[in-house]
């Protein structure tokens, strides 16, 4: 862990509460680190100053001012134009180019087509090259999820920067899980909602009862399977259902100036891609997957990142400790699956061999809703949703289910990006 803190602080010039908070999970942290480390720093197609701009143009579509600051300095520290930074009107055509697919990707990434593509490769003036391309895709989806952590986590500032360790709340979260790992709070403390009224024994029936769901699915599927039909049909009914799971607390979120200024279309959001009577065609895995298409067109294009990203998504889906809450060897891997499963079908995106049956058994309410606010409206995430959900379950697991959304949510962007860039190629 020391070795980790020190290459992270070596990196960056600084230990952020991004790290901090990470370091839970330090397999992770690791790769996450190294991958961050190559995609800013390392030889490849952009500049150094238009790696931090895009940054801050994609944490700024979901208003966490934590990362747009961290990067303004970035973007400074490496010889940036602080004019860029009045608003994105000031900065290059080429980049202002950037902002619909930052749009889109963020909020709808179903609604990405080769159009969006060719419109950003095929410019008169300004145009980007396929691998510069690539670079910017990876980042976006970099720091969209990044944002999701950022206030699924309810990361606030550090202490030296405007909003860390003031009255005032930084963020719309205003909790801070770095205060635990520094140890400014008990457990006891953060595991009992505001009411007061979570009794422990509700708390311990609610993790028996997830044990003993997994126990029985599992013995379920040892002794039948659900046809290809009716696995179809569960999809449906799963993404139908997805839509109709949104918070109390969903009220819109007006965006700062100072955050705003960095994008344009504020009005623009997420929308669930059924409403309004659009039909999004299901996104196959097996017609176009992360393993067999877009590993390797990344890493055609932007050599060893395909590579790095690659080994995240692995480390994050497979990462377990065998326990749940107070227990040992507990084979997690169902709970996992459905997690991430949930996610893609939250964006359209189906699994033909996975029966989606299991996620209302394994996924309650306020945990479903605490991973569609984190996933695709992070800046509403609040500290009750993140209390209510598995509310024995340690901290840390709980930071391990965000580092499943936000590798989660990276993939589902990346497919339709990339996807779309090979339609464009094809």
């Not at 227990?327 to 499963?341: F, Y």
Request: charged content about 25%.
């Amino acid at each position: 862990m020391h070795t980790l803190f020190t290459d992270s602080f070596a990196a960056l010039g600084r230990l952020d509460n991004i790290t901090l908070v990470m370091v839970f999970h330090p397999q992770y942290l690791e790769s996450f680190l190294k991958t961050q480390h190559y995609l800013l720093q390392m030889d490849g197609p952009l500049p150094l100053h238009y790696r931090h701009y895009i940054g801050i143009m994609a944490a700024a579509r979901h208003q966490c001012s934590y990362l747009v600051n961290l990067h303004v300095n970035d973007f400074l520290h490496v010889g940036g134009d602080p004019k860029w930074l009045n608003g994105l009107e000031n900065a290059p055509p080429k980049l202002q180019n950037l902002g619909e697919l930052n749009k889109v990707l963020a909020h709808r990434p179903w609604l990405i087509t080769k159009e969006h593509i060719e419109q950003l490769l095929k410019a008169e003036a300004h145009s980007w090259s396929l691998a510069e391309l690539v670079h910017a895709v990876v980042l976006l989806t970099h720091y969209h999820s990044l944002a999701s952590f950022t206030f699924g986590c309810g990361i606030s500032p550090e202490i030296h920067c405007d909003g860390g360790h003031t009255f005032r709340p930084p963020s719309v979260s205003n909790y801070c899980i770095c205060d635990i790992t520094n140890g400014n709070h008990s457990m006891e403390e953060m595991h009992v909602n505001p009411a007061g009224s979570v009794s422990i024994t509700d708390s311990f029936c609610e993790v028996e009862a997830l044990m003993e769901k997994m126990k029985q699915l599992q013995e379920c599927r040892d002794e039948e399977e659900a046809s290809q039909e009716e696995m179809a049909s569960r999809f449906e009914i799963e993404k139908r259902e997805s839509m109709f799971v949104f918070s109390s607390d969903d009220e819109e979120v007006a965006p700062a100036r100072d955050v705003s200024r960095h994008f344009e279309d504020t009005s623009y959001g997420y929308k669930d891609f059924s409403r309004h009577g659009l039909h999004v065609p299901t996104f196959r895995v097996q017609d176009y997957c992360w393993e067999d298409h877009g590993y390797s067109l990344v890493n055609r294009l932007y050599p060893d990142v395909g590579q790095l990203i690659d080994e995240k998504f692995h480390i994050a889906y497979n990462l377990t400790y065998n326990t749940m809450a107070m227990h040992k060897d507990v084979d997690t891997s169902m709970l996992r699956r459905a997690i991430w499963n949930y996610i893609h079908c939250m964006f359209g995106i189906r699994y033909d061999d996975y029966d989606y049956g299991e996620i209302n058994q394994l996924l309650d309410r306020s945990f479903k809703v605490y991973i569609k606010t984190v996933v695709c409206t992070p800046e509403k995430a609040t500290k009750r949703m993140y209390d209510s959900f598995w509310r024995q379950f340690k901290h840390s697991e709980k930071v391990h289910v965000n580092l499943l959304l936000i590798e989660a949510r990276m993939q589902a962007e990346l497919l339709y990006a990339l996807r779309a860039i090979t339609r464009y190629m094809t």
